[in-house]
Structure formats: structure tokens, C-alpha cells
């Protein structure tokens, strides 16, 4: 080869990787505000023949991503969804509850105990003066009240509980959407990656689906040397390993002030095999995920794997056992509340 054909070879690989460059670039601006993306690089390396440099050459794009900085964002998506979920429903348990007080000093507070004391007053009024037929009908009203309120706010009280239930049937289903794209994901990786391709687009997919998936319930991962984001319930379940596992919840179709552990809907839990042969051994499933020589903090024990995948959930394909089941709390809050 000419040193003319050699400097023109040089030129286009130049050109060539320039022009990667460029294209990097451009997606880098125009998905700046995209959600879940994050910024590429184009790598390059000198190319060389027998010794004589013959230009350079892009090989591969990858993404800028700390891995520590997304596992604290990660449990960051779940402590933000345990809390938001609280607020909503606390907030809604307290409008049900009144308040003690009012801002509008000629009005008193709407709660029980406001109307409770409304009714006390009423009696003693009454008390004073027996025969008044007036006192006598605001007695009769005041107590007509204290009952209304009672129903009311019992009949709000169960209508929380059955939007918790059905919230959590819900959030299985879109658990299980995200539970099947990580696997789904984690195949179409591994054949880029085969491929000479970049898989960078795809991780920012996957990061996506497992942070929504954290907003929802408290996980545990790590990616494998081959490529697999593996994702564990807090006690060693495992959620997504070679495949997917989905969980099951069903609903209860009403809920009543004479709901409770005894007589709601019996759930059934799929026990794993493997777990299961690794407690006869004596060995307790480890927090996947931590780093080595970590110790083992068992964050949040009882998330999602207690509630779904020991009480109502279903690990499909393994062991069934029916347990009694128990009115759920909301949504976040049980599937993933304390440390």
C-alpha cells in the first residue's frame, strides 16, 4: 500500500469516527429532558497494522453511569414511594376524621369528638330543663348526628382499606410489566453485546423499568459478569434471574368493617425450591446485592416479598401453600414500610 492510500485511509477513519462523534452528540442534546437517558460517549482507539499506525476507529458507545449514584437513587425511587403513598392515605383517613378546630372562629371543628361534645352539651341542657320539647328535639338531633358521623366515617374507613386492596392488585400488575421487560431487556443486551453492538440505549431502558419498579416495592440487584440485571425481594427471593418470575394478587371484591385476617380472602404463596433447600441447610437467603464483606443490614424485611410473595403473592411455578389471608394496607406502605 502506498503511503498515499494509507494517508487517504487515515483521513477516512477520521472522518468516520468524527462523524460517530457528531451523531453522539446530537442524540446527547436532542434527549437532554428525555427521562431515564443518560449521556454517551463514543470510545476510540488508534488503529494499527503490522506495526504502523492506520488511523482510528470507534469501538463502541457506551454510557456514563455511577453505579453507586443509581443504587442510592434506586432506594431513594423506593423510600419516595413508601412515602408518598402514606401521605395520600393519611391525608384522606384525616379529612374522614375532622378536625378539632376551625379556622372560621364563629364554627367549631367537625370531628367525632366535636360532635360528641355537641351531643354532651344537648344532654345536659335537656338535664336542666326536662320538659323543653325544644331541648328535647336538640337532643334527639345532636344524638341523630353522633350516629350519621359514626357511619360515615366507618363507611370511609372501609372504603380506604378497599382502595389499598385495590391498589396493591394494581401494583402487582405493573410490578409484573416491569418483572417481564428487565428480562426481556436483559436477553436483547446479551445479543447486542454479542453482537459488537451498543447496549447503552437498552441499559438506560432497563435502569428505567427498575427504578419504577423500586417506587413500587424495596428491591435488591446486581448485574452479572455476563450482562443479567438480577433482582431479589429484600429476603432472597428472587424476582428476575435467567427469567422472569411474576407475582399474583386477587382483590377482594368488597371490604367491610367485618373484614379481617380470619375472614378476608385466603391467599396462596409459592414457595422457591432453591430458598427452600438452602433454609433446610440452615442457610437464611443473604441481602443480595451488598457489596463483599458487607454485612448483611436485612433492609426493610417486611416489603413486598412478605406480604405478596408470603402471604397473597405467587411465585408462578413453584410449591403452592395456602395460608390465611389479611386485609392489606396501602399500597407502598405495606409492601414496603420500615427498616
Excluded: W
Excluded at 2 to 14: E, Y
Excluded at 316 to 324: I, V
Aim: charge should be negative.
Amino acid at each position: 500500500m502506498s503511503s498515499l492510500d494509507i494517508a487517504r485511509s487515515i483521513a477516512f477513519s477520521g472522518l468516520s469516527a468524527t462523524q460517530v462523534q457528531i451523531s453522539v452528540a446530537s442524540a446527547n442534546i436532542s434527549n437532554a429532558d428525555t427521562k431515564g437517558y443518560t449521556e454517551k460517549t463514543a470510545n476510540q482507539s488508534s488503529s494499527v497494522t503490522s506495526g504502523v499506525g492506520t488511523g482510528v476507529t470507534i469501538t463502541g458507545i457506551s454510557s456514563a453511569v455511577d453505579k453507586l449514584l443509581l443504587k442510592s437513587l434506586v432506594g431513594a425511587d423506593s423510600d419516595l414511594g413508601a412515602a408518598d403513598t402514606t401521605n395520600s392515605f393519611l391525608t384522606e383517613l384525616q379529612q374522614l376524621y375532622g378536625s378539632t378546630s376551625s379556622s372560621d372562629s364563629s364554627t367549631t371543628g367537625t370531628s367525632l369528638a366535636n360532635t360528641i361534645a355537641a351531643f354532651e352539651s344537648a344532654l345536659s341542657s335537656l338535664a336542666s330543663t326536662p320538659s323543653s320539647a325544644s331541648l328535647q328535639s336538640n337532643a334527639v338531633s345532636a344524638l341523630a348526628a353522633v350516629t350519621t358521623q359514626l357511619q360515615q366515617t366507618s363507611s370511609g374507613i372501609q372504603t380506604l382499606r378497599s382502595n389499598a386492596d385495590q391498589d396493591i392488585a394494581s401494583s402487582v400488575t405493573d410490578i409484573n410489566s416491569d418483572l417481564q421487560q428487565i428480562s426481556d431487556l436483559n436477553k436483547q443486551i446479551k445479543q447486542q453485546a454479542a453482537a459488537g453492538q451498543s447496549t447503552a440505549d437498552l441499559e438506560d431502558q432497563r435502569n428505567s423499568a427498575l427504578q419504577d419498579l423500586a417506587s413500587m416495592m424495596n428491591v435488591s440487584y446486581f448485574t452479572t459478569s455476563s450482562g443479567d440485571l438480577q433482582i431479589y425481594t429484600g429476603s432472597g427471593q428472587a424476582l428476575v434471574d435467567s427469567t422472569a418470575h411474576p407475582l399474583s394478587y386477587t382483590a377482594l371484591p368488597s371490604v367491610t368493617a367485618s373484614t379481617d385476617a380470619a375472614s378476608g380472602a385466603v391467599a396462596t404463596r409459592r414457595a422457591c425450591p432453591a430458598t427452600d433447600r438452602d433454609r433446610q441447610r440452615g442457610i437464611e437467603p443473604r441481602h443480595v446485592g451488598a457489596a463483599a464483606g458487607e454485612p448483611d443490614r436485612n433492609r426493610h424485611r417486611e416489603q413486598y416479598d412478605a406480604v405478596l410473595g408470603d402471604r397473597h403473592g405467587t411465585h408462578r411455578g413453584c410449591r403452592q401453600e395456602r395460608q390465611p389471608g389479611v386485609v392489606p394496607r396501602p399500597r407502598s406502605v405495606i409492601l414496603r414500610h420500615g427498616r
